[in-house]
């Protein structure tokens, strides 16, 4: 998971973040930009919009499987 972007004011914040994950031999995406506000405190999720999609990583890009390496010599 990657934190794209954060934001707070007051007692709401928001939270953008995207989901990388497998879809039989290639890569999927869930990003949600989220709303929450705090109450005594504390900080409660209220809704997320969302989107989904397809990863598609060039050959020389960094594997989404979070190896550090490029995805031609990983997981392609």
Known sequence: MQILDTSESGDSGTVHFRAIYRVGRGWGFLEESSSFVREQGRWYYLRGDT???QLKPGRNDPC???SGRKYKACCL
């Open 51 to 53: 989107s989904e999609g």
């Open 64 to 66: 989404p499987c979070g």
